[in-house]
């Protein structure tokens, strides 16, 4: 059943009114006054609306005005850098960059008013919530901040996570190893937001904030205590109290049902599952709350027992669709493997079936004995790592292959569905995503704590393919597809309008327009850097406008607008490619002590199959020497197949002197999974 969208009427329902976002003179009249309905004038939430629909009905720009398209404005950030998705309200736009809080004027980028956050803003997506006269935002150290949306004067600071947190060893991060990532959420005098990041031996959480006060009113942790519901689903041991669970994504609401629903991460330790038996329970789950006492309602296990990493990264999105011709109140996620499911948001239930399917098992790291699946359901990506993604000398993983330390070559396509933003539109009943099946090498050690050195192996030579994805929420399958040749999947997602059109950014600079019909490309515009951040869109005087974060600058365009399009930015890679320090030395050891301290615990094994430096450097007509400290013969080869050291005992060296400058990938011919990197300088 195909619906055109119309505004329903305006109610008190739930008692919960956005009047209350007047700010700096303006009239209540000017904010849509019930965010059930998808945004029009304003841009409300970094979301859109309650629902997370990332869906405008401003149809100004259109199949047929989308070719006028032009450059409003731009604001540059210098060096700061951010994929903040910009909040519209009352003819002032709030976002945050860096450290700062912003508010600019929405026809010109220019500012209103900054604020100086205590700590840095930065996370996956940031933005702010806006409710009460405030401009609520999370920080890097598990804050939230109130600030008066007329003058950006603070208000009030709560942090909502652990005051004695372990540290992180994450440069990225705040130094405890906590932080908010996604913007937070205002309804009914409540602010709402998660904490990030259940991943360093923090215990996953989201609490609900009086928005006048900041006084925390509830705390819901999303890794139960023992004798708590969902606590037997965890091992008598105390790993629950680090067991992870972060979240990672702006809470999505129904004022009716007066409940909040959010996505859960994954639990940690990530790989090491022999030390949390059960299903742990809410990693991995969708939850849903009261609004106003943070009391369960709710949950559903997206995966039992994760040991994949396939954490809920994406906002659910809620709206009306016909199931066994009955319209039904849905709730829609995708989980990361590419399965789209449709749920009850009263209850729970599955609106389209899900069936428990048996998967492969390991008894040691205590794998779950099924995961759940829709049944009926076209999966958007591949289930199994496609053998033209990756280079030769791996093993080839489907989705739910367990990962053990005897596996020593395993390549696992993870996160088809990732972290940029999907759109719901009611007029197609499409879902809208970006995907990018990501091969990995997963790799893990003996012990069930390494973290980063265990799983970010990264390795030269795997082919990045991406799509723009339409998927059909009434046949459960794929509409359109068009192939994109970068990795998209922590990038900008779609937003859809009533103009039939979306709006998509890419990482080669691109912003661009497509009909949300047929997928076919109706404009594009070159910003000169990665656009990266979600595209909002708004009117101003009568003029609809669409911005988007292009990474070191805010952009926004409109018909006929007349800022001229930047020098593309360097070509973003086709494939996989070093990363990592490049060490000076001329000794290469094959077989090496390797250290992670990923989990907030220093953690050290020796590994027979890496290479210390894994990238090194030398002076042209070195002699340069592979020391073999493992147990087994290892022979290094350039992988062109140009030198060779031949085989190299245990306890024996091999030495090479190059004559020519260059850059040279090796591997080990004998474990052909093992890669590294030396590069020849000219004189």
Same mark, same amino acid.
């Given at each position: 059943?195909?619906?055109?969208?119309?505004?329903?009427?305006?109610?008190?329902?739930?008692?919960?009114?956005?009047?209350?976002?007047?700010?700096?003179?303006?009239?209540?009249?000017?904010?849509?006054?019930?965010?059930?309905?998808?945004?029009?004038?304003?841009?409300?939430?970094?979301?859109?609306?309650?629902?997370?629909?990332?869906?405008?009905?401003?149809?100004?720009?259109?199949?047929?005005?989308?070719?006028?398209?032009?450059? $409003?404005?731009?604001?540059?950030?210098?060096?700061?850098?951010?994929?903040?998705?910009?909040?519209?309200?009352?003819?002032?736009?709030?976002?945050?960059?860096?450290?700062?809080?912003?508010?600019?004027?929405? $026809?010109?980028?220019?500012?209103?008013?900054?604020?100086?956050?205590?700590?840095?803003?930065?996370?996956?997506?940031?933005?702010?919530?806006?409710?009460?006269?405030?401009?609520?935002?999370?920080?890097?150290?598990?804050?939230?901040?109130?600030?008066?949306?007329?003058?950006?004067?603070?208000?009030?600071?709560?942090?909502?996570?652990?005051?004695?947190?372990?540290?992180?060893?994450?440069?990225?991060?705040?130094?405890?190893?906590?932080?908010?990532?996604?913007?937070?959420?205002?309804?009914?005098?409540?602010?709402?937001?998660?904490?990030?990041?259940?991943?360093?031996?923090?215990?996953?959480?989201?609490?609900?904030?009086?928005?006048?006060?900041?006084?925390?009113?509830?705390? *819901?942790?999303?890794?139960?205590?023992?004798?708590?519901?969902?606590?037997?689903?965890?091992?008598?041991?105390?790993?629950?109290?680090?067991?992870?669970?972060?979240?990672?994504?702006?809470?999505?609401?129904?004022?009716?049902?007066?409940?909040?629903?959010?996505?859960?991460?994954?639990?940690?330790?990530?790989?090491?599952?022999?030390?949390?038996?059960?299903?742990?329970?809410?990693?991995?789950?969708?939850?849903?709350?009261?609004?106003?006492?943070?009391?369960?309602?709710?949950?559903?296990?997206?995966?039992?027992?994760?040991?994949?990493?396939?954490?809920?990264?994406?906002?659910?999105?809620?709206?009306?669709?016909?199931?066994?011709?009955?319209?039904?109140?849905?709730?829609?996620?995708?989980?990361?493997?590419?399965?789209?499911?449709?749920?009850?948001?009263?209850?729970?239930?599955?609106?389209?079936?899900?069936?428990?399917?048996?998967?492969?098992?390991?008894?040691?790291?205590?794998?779950?004995?099924?995961?759940?699946?829709?049944?009926?359901?076209?999966?958007?990506?591949?289930?199994?790592?496609?053998?033209?993604?990756?280079?030769?000398? *791996?093993?080839?993983?489907?989705?739910?292959?367990?990962?053990?330390?005897?596996?020593?070559?395993?390549?696992?396509?993870?996160?088809?569905?990732?972290?940029?933003?999907?759109?719901?539109?009611?007029?197609?009943?499409?879902?809208?995503?970006?995907?990018?099946?990501?091969?990995?090498?997963?790799?893990?050690?003996?012990?069930?704590?390494?973290?980063?050195?265990?799983?970010?192996?990264?390795?030269?030579?795997?082919?990045?393919?991406?799509?723009?994805?339409?998927?059909?929420?009434?046949?459960?399958?794929?509409?359109?597809?068009?192939?994109?040749?970068?990795?998209?999947?922590?990038?900008?997602?779609?937003?859809?309008?009533?103009?039939?059109?979306?709006?998509?950014?890419?990482?080669?600079?691109?912003?661009?327009?497509?009909? $949300?019909?047929?997928?076919?490309?109706?404009?594009?515009?070159?910003?000169?850097?990665?656009?990266?951040?979600?595209?909002?869109?708004?009117?101003?005087?009568?003029?609809?406008?669409?911005?988007?974060?292009?990474?070191?600058?805010?952009?926004?365009?409109?018909?006929?607008?007349?800022?001229?399009?930047?020098?593309?930015?360097?070509?973003?890679?086709?494939?996989?490619?070093?990363?990592?320090?490049?060490?000076?030395?001329?000794?290469?050891?094959?077989?090496?002590?390797?250290?992670?301290?990923?989990?907030?615990?220093?953690?050290?094994?020796?590994?027979?199959?890496?290479?210390?430096?894994?990238?090194?450097?030398?002076?042209?007509?070195?002699?340069?020497?592979?020391?073999?400290?493992?147990?087994?013969?290892?022979?290094?080869?350039?992988?062109?197949?140009?030198?060779?050291?031949?085989?190299?005992?245990?306890?024996?060296?091999?030495?090479?002197?190059?004559?020519?400058?260059?850059?040279?990938?090796?591997?080990?011919?004998?474990?052909?999974?093992?890669?590294?990197?030396?590069?020849?300088?000219?004189?």
């Amino acid at each position: 059943m195909r619906r055109t969208f119309k505004p329903r009427e305006l109610t008190t329902s739930a008692g919960i009114l956005i009047a209350a976002l007047v700010v700096g003179g303006c009239e209540p009249s000017e904010v849509e006054s019930d965010l059930r309905a998808p945004a029009s004038k304003n841009w409300p939430m970094v979301e859109g609306d309650w629902g997370s629909t990332r869906f405008s009905q401003l149809d100004q720009i259109n199949t047929d005005t989308a070719k006028s398209l032009g450059a $409003a404005w731009v604001r540059e950030w210098g060096t700061s850098r951010s994929r903040a998705v910009p909040v519209v309200v009352n003819g002032r736009m709030y976002i945050t960059v860096g450290d700062e809080v912003l508010a600019l004027d929405p $026809a010109t980028g220019e500012t209103i008013w900054s604020a100086k956050a205590p700590v840095s803003t930065v996370g996956l997506y940031k933005g702010v919530a806006i409710g009460e006269g405030k401009v609520f935002a999370g920080l890097a150290d598990s804050s939230i901040v109130a600030f008066d949306a007329g003058t950006g004067e603070q208000l009030w600071s709560t942090k909502i996570g652990d005051e004695n947190a372990p540290e992180s060893s994450s440069q990225t991060q705040s130094s405890t190893g906590q932080f908010i990532s996604a913007a937070p959420a205002y309804a009914d005098g409540v602010v709402i937001a998660g904490l990030a990041n259940g991943d360093y031996r923090i215990r996953g959480r989201i609490s609900g904030l009086d928005a006048q006060t900041g006084e925390k009113l509830w705390t *819901f942790f999303t890794v139960p205590e023992p004798g708590e519901y969902g606590g037997d689903t965890w091992p008598d041991n105390d790993e629950w109290k680090r067991g992870g669970g972060g979240v990672w994504v702006t809470p999505t609401i129904d004022p009716d049902l007066g409940m909040v629903y959010f996505g859960v991460g994954n639990p940690v330790p990530q790989w090491g599952g022999e030390l949390r038996e059960g299903d742990n329970l809410f990693t991995d789950s969708i939850v849903a709350l009261d609004l106003r006492t943070g009391e369960r309602k709710w949950h559903f296990q997206l995966v039992h027992h994760d040991i994949w990493e396939q954490d809920v990264t994406n906002p659910v999105m809620l709206y009306e669709a016909e199931f066994d011709g009955q319209v039904r109140k849905a709730l829609g996620l995708m989980r990361t493997d590419g399965y789209y499911f449709q749920l009850d948001r009263e209850t729970g239930e599955p609106l389209v079936p899900v069936v428990e399917r048996a998967v492969p098992q390991n008894e040691r790291v205590m794998t779950s004995a099924t995961q759940p699946f829709p049944l009926g359901v076209e999966p958007i990506g591949p289930t199994c790592t496609p053998a033209d993604m990756v280079p030769e000398g *791996f093993k080839l993983l489907c989705h739910y292959d367990p990962i053990d330390y005897d596996l020593l070559n395993g390549m696992y396509i993870v996160n088809t569905v990732r972290a940029a933003r999907l759109a719901y539109s009611p007029d197609t009943q499409y879902v809208y995503m970006a995907s990018s099946p990501w091969p990995l090498y997963l790799r893990r050690y003996e012990s069930p704590r390494f973290f980063s050195a265990t799983a970010l192996r990264g390795i030269p030579g795997v082919m990045i393919k991406s799509e723009l994805i339409a998927f059909d929420t009434q046949s459960n399958k794929v509409v359109w597809r068009v192939p994109k040749s970068y990795a998209i999947r922590n990038g900008s997602g779609f937003l859809a309008s009533a103009g039939g059109v979306l709006f998509h950014g890419e990482p080669d600079g691109k912003f661009e327009v497509y009909n $949300a019909e047929s997928g076919d490309l109706l404009w594009d515009f070159q910003t000169g850097s990665d656009v990266s951040g979600s595209a909002v869109t708004y009117e101003v005087d009568g003029e609809q406008y669409v911005a988007a974060m292009a990474s070191d600058s805010l952009w926004a365009f409109k018909i006929g607008g007349t800022v001229a399009e930047r020098e593309p930015p360097p070509t973003p890679p086709t494939e996989t490619s070093w990363t990592g320090r490049v060490f000076p030395s001329d000794i290469i050891e094959m077989g090496t002590e390797v250290r992670d301290s990923g989990l907030g615990v220093m953690e050290t094994t020796f590994d027979e199959y890496a290479f210390a430096p894994q990238r090194s450097r030398v002076a042209v007509n070195t002699e340069v020497t592979w020391s073999n400290n493992g147990k087994e013969t290892h022979t290094i080869e350039a992988q062109d197949g140009s030198w060779t050291t031949g085989p190299v005992p245990p306890g024996q060296t091999a030495k090479l002197t190059f004559s020519e400058p260059g850059v040279h990938t090796y591997i080990c011919r004998d474990h052909p999974w093992s890669y590294g990197e030396i590069t020849i300088d000219a004189d």
